[in-house]
């Protein structure tokens, strides 16, 4: 069976860091693009970032272009979003999605931005 | 960057009777490859999104087969032929034929 587990959320302080993990299971990693998609608390999906299988390819929204790095550890089976210079507009649920585009989601780790 | 327009915001439908959602995009969704990169997700209450329609049109694996997606170029539409309670949530549409991937606004779906 195909899981996904997000961990690695919580509260920060506007401007502070955070990376998010999401681990593999029931699947071999290394042969799957993935994703993470955000939701604001009662707000709709807003997609983030993409690696390819490899990690040697990735994409962004322009909205966390250059504060948001998105990697993979196909050894460990564990995909990363390193999350710097948050502010208050990236709290949201963060889910890891696999696939070319998203197919199978996890249920997502909540990451709340306040001082 | 695609925007996808999806109406209605919210359904009210009874039980047995058909639905329907809609999904505009503000660029033409069919690729070079022949391919039309339009999905439609539903995300059930408290759950994360699951895919129902891929390439605008093909149940994903699992869909019940009242789900089904057809449209083409900009136009899509989402129809579910008898609704059931367990098809109550919110319906997402979704490009992926250029980055950055958008989805619609959602279209919430309840039971009357």
């Known amino acids: 069976e195909v899981q996904l587990v997000e961990s690695g959320g919580g509260l920060v302080q506007p401007g502070g860091s955070l990376r998010l993990s999401c681990a593999a299971s029931g699947f071999t990693l290394s042969s799957y693009w993935m994703h993470w998609v955000r939701q604001a608390p009662g707000k709709g999906l807003v997609w983030v970032s993409r690696i390819n299988s490899d990690g040697s390819s990735t994409g962004y929204a322009d909205s966390v272009k250059g504060r948001f790095t998105i990697s993979r550890d196909n050894a460990r089976n564990t995909l990363y979003l390193e999350m710097n210079s948050l502010r208050g507009e990236d709290t949201a649920v963060y889910y890891c999605a696999r696939g070319w585009v998203p197919q199978n989601w996890g249920q997502g780790t909540l990451v709340t931005v306040s001082s | 960057d695609i925007v996808m327009t999806q109406t209605p915001l919210s359904l009210s439908v009874t039980p047995g009777q058909p639905a329907s959602i809609s999904c505009k995009s503000s660029q033409s969704l069919l690729h070079s490859d022949g391919k039309t990169y339009l999905y439609w997700y539903l995300q059930k209450p408290g759950q994360p999104p699951q895919l129902l329609i891929y390439e605008f049109s093909n149940r994903f694996s699992g869909v019940p087969d009242r789900f089904s997606g057809s449209g083409s170029g900009t136009d899509f539409t989402l129809k579910i032929s008898r609704v059931e309670a367990e098809d109550v949530g919110v319906y997402y549409c979704?490009?992926?034929?250029?980055?950055?991937?958008?989805f619609g606004g959602g279209t919430k779906v309840e039971i009357k």
């Open positions: 979704m490009q992926s034929i250029q980055l950055p991937l958008t």
